[in-house]
């Protein structure tokens, strides 16, 4: 059984802290070659994982190392690439030193210990409901300054085939999608936009404070980002799953080994939605594009199917609330 003091959603009668199991999402950010950086997270656990590596098939085994010391994340990739960094309650941890919400679950041994954190993470800001055109440039309500993850999956019985090129649109992230080359038109589609910043904090509920009243860093209305890492392929869950965006691979196939360079050339790109079975689904391996190659030499092929994907149930049935909207 649970103890501690439960915060809700304004509204409703979720409890965010005592529903959802997470880890907190504190850094996502572009690395390449060999580097560190350290965090101060106290109770907490830091722990690492990548995202868009990359290899040319059959040729080229690449590289990719990460590790954590202590709240001390160290890589060698290579080449660029994305690393997601969380923080997670510590197990059994000393919490006299801590002057935030902890909440302690005693059905497990040793007990686990859930904290509202007194820092920002990467929470829910805006959801967006569309049919994206090709080109089609949106702008979101997040300042370009403050670091921002945006997932996708389709509303349609289908994957969504959508990707975009994140840019700086007076001031703020803007999605600018994909262009009319293509197998399969994008289709109807949800993006949920998370970013280390709040919105709708409300006239009354509970409230962290950072360094002095002038700096909340947490409210009960905030819905945080929980993400896994798929390492290529697909997955299947009972609830919808959202990706993160981007073009994940450009494969060939010869049409006859005696004429290697004549065959079908595809790209396929991370999508969530539903695969042909009719399960909820994120893939690094929707299709979008596909061509005939006719070239005096076989085409380059390249993989980098690593991507991200969160759960989107706790998001679909709140983010009203959540969001003010």
Same mark, same amino acid.
């Given at each position: 059984?649970?103890?501690?003091?439960?915060?809700?959603?304004?509204?409703?009668?979720?409890?965010?802290?005592?529903?959802?199991?997470?880890?907190?999402? @504190?850094?996502?950010? $572009?690395?390449?070659?060999?580097?560190?950086?350290?965090? *101060?997270? %106290?109770?907490? #656990?830091?722990?690492? &994982?990548?995202?868009?590596?990359?290899?040319?098939?059959?040729?080229?085994?690449?590289?990719?190392?990460?590790?954590?010391?202590?709240?001390?994340?160290?890589?060698?990739?290579?080449?660029?690439?994305?690393?997601?960094?969380?923080?997670?309650?510590?197990?059994?941890?000393?919490?006299?030193?801590?002057?935030?919400?902890?909440?302690?679950?005693?059905?497990?041994?040793?007990?686990?210990?859930?904290?509202?954190?007194?820092?920002?993470?990467?929470?829910?800001?805006? @959801?967006?409901?569309? $049919?994206?055109?090709?080109?089609?440039?949106?702008?979101? *309500?997040? %300042?370009?300054? #403050?670091?921002?993850? &945006?997932?996708?999956?389709?509303?349609?019985?289908?994957?969504?085939?959508?990707?975009?090129?994140?840019?700086?649109?007076?001031?703020?992230?803007?999605?600018?999608?994909?262009?009319?080359?293509?197998?399969?038109?994008?289709?109807?589609?949800?993006?949920?936009?998370?970013?280390?910043?709040?919105?709708?904090?409300?006239?009354?509920?509970?409230?962290?404070?950072?360094?002095?009243?002038?700096?909340?860093?947490?409210?009960?209305?905030?819905?945080?980002?929980?993400?896994?890492?798929?390492?290529?392929?697909?997955?299947?869950?009972?609830?919808?799953?959202?990706?993160?965006?981007? #073009?994940?691979?450009?494969?060939?196939?010869?049409?006859?080994?005696?004429?290697?360079?004549?065959?079908?050339?595809?790209?396929?790109?991370?999508?969530?939605?539903?695969?042909?079975?009719?399960?909820?689904?994120?893939?690094?391996?929707?299709?979008?594009?596909?061509?005939?190659?006719?070239?005096?030499?076989?085409?380059?092929?390249?993989?980098?199917?690593?991507?991200?994907?969160?759960?989107?149930?706790?998001?679909?049935?709140?983010?009203?609330?959540?969001?003010?909207?």
């Amino acid at each position: 059984m649970s103890f501690g003091l439960q915060t809700f959603i304004k509204g409703t009668s979720f409890d965010v802290l005592a529903s959802m199991s997470f880890n907190f999402v @504190v850094d996502i950010t $572009t690395i390449s070659g060999a580097g560190s950086k350290t965090y *101060s997270y %106290p109770n907490f #656990v830091i722990s690492a &994982a990548l995202m868009n590596t990359f290899s040319a098939v059959g040729t080229d085994a690449r590289s990719y190392n990460v590790s954590v010391s202590g709240q001390t994340v160290l890589w060698n990739v290579a080449n660029a690439c994305k690393i997601m960094v969380t923080a997670t309650p510590a197990p059994g941890s000393d919490s006299s030193k801590y002057f935030g919400f902890a909440l302690y679950d005693n059905s497990t041994n040793p007990r686990t210990l859930k904290l509202a954190p007194d820092f920002t993470p990467y929470n829910l800001v805006q @959801v967006i409901d569309l $049919t994206p055109a090709y080109n089609q440039v949106l702008q979101t *309500s997040i %300042p370009a300054s #403050v670091p921002m993850i &945006a997932f996708h999956r389709a509303t349609n019985n289908s994957y969504d085939h959508v990707w975009w090129n994140e840019i700086n649109q007076n001031g703020y992230w803007a999605l600018q999608f994909r262009g009319n080359t293509g197998l399969f038109p994008m289709q109807p589609c949800r993006i949920y936009l998370f970013a280390k910043m709040l919105v709708n904090i409300p006239n009354w509920g509970f409230f962290l404070y950072n360094g002095g009243a002038d700096k909340m860093v947490w409210h009960s209305n905030c819905l945080p980002l929980r993400m896994s890492i798929l390492n290529g392929g697909t997955i299947t869950s009972s609830v919808p799953l959202a990706s993160t965006n981007g #073009v994940t691979s450009c494969l060939f196939q010869p049409s006859d080994p005696s004429f290697p360079s004549v065959g079908t050339q595809w790209f396929e790109c991370a999508s969530g939605g539903m695969n042909s079975a009719g399960n909820y689904a994120a893939t690094a391996n929707d299709r979008y594009q596909q061509t005939t190659y006719n070239g005096t030499s076989r085409p380059p092929t390249w993989v980098a199917g690593t991507i991200g994907y969160t759960e989107c149930n706790y998001y679909d049935a709140y983010y009203r609330q959540a969001l003010g909207v």
